[in-house]
């Protein structure tokens, strides 16, 4: 008996294993269908600060390519020239995914992955059909740097301090230093 529910516990253990690879292996964002254009591209990339397009992808060929641009440094890598992962430094809003092959009676696709301002990487990542990919671009915008709000009570803590030394050193008897 004890033997097994060791066995149905070690199936159960690889059954939620290789759920939770093929959850990993998938995009973290549903892709949209668009129907892709230079022009429709150059006008989506007017949106963003940064736009950087990685070209050279031959189906069945591995893929690997680092860049930095605007101070974000973007790794993109494919065993197979279909489907990739990215990593980058600083958050990517979106990624187009252009198919190689164009569809002569339906024109030629790609898939936009939308990430808002969160995307740090992903994986499994694919064009249109599954193809092999023609190019990929990646677009984004450089975070906005605030500055920390200091809270009225330190200021007035600082204020006050500095105050008081000052009444302190005008207020304080000099002693005299014999020489």
Do not use: N, Q
């Given at each position: 008996m004890k033997s097994k529910l060791v066995y149905i516990a070690t199936a159960i253990a690889l059954i939620l294993l290789t759920v939770s690879i093929v959850t990993v292996m998938a995009p973290s964002v549903t892709p949209t269908l668009i129907s892709w254009s230079n022009i429709w591209e150059q006008?989506?990339?007017?949106?963003?600060?940064?736009?950087?397009?990685?070209?050279?992808?031959?189906?069945?060929s591995p893929y690997s390519s680092t860049v930095t641009i605007g101070g974000n440094t973007i790794s993109v890598t494919s065993s197979d020239g279909k489907t990739f992962s990215w990593t980058a430094t600083l958050p990517i809003s979106a990624v187009i995914v252009k198919t190689g092959t164009i569809e002569p009676t339906t024109g030629d696709y790609a898939y936009l992955y939308e990430y808002g301002s969160d995307g740090y990487g992903d994986t499994g990542l694919y064009a249109p059909g599954n193809k092999g990919i023609s190019h990929v671009t990646f677009y984004w915008n450089v975070p906005h740097q605030e500055i920390p709000e200091v809270p009225l009570g330190t200021v007035a803590a600082i204020v006050s301090m500095m105050i008081a030394f000052a009444a302190y050193f005008?207020?304080?008897?000099?002693?005299?230093?014999q020489l």
């Open positions: 006008g989506y990339a007017s949106g963003f600060a940064y736009s950087y397009k990685f070209e050279g992808w031959y189906e069945g005008t207020l304080r008897k000099p002693k005299s230093i």
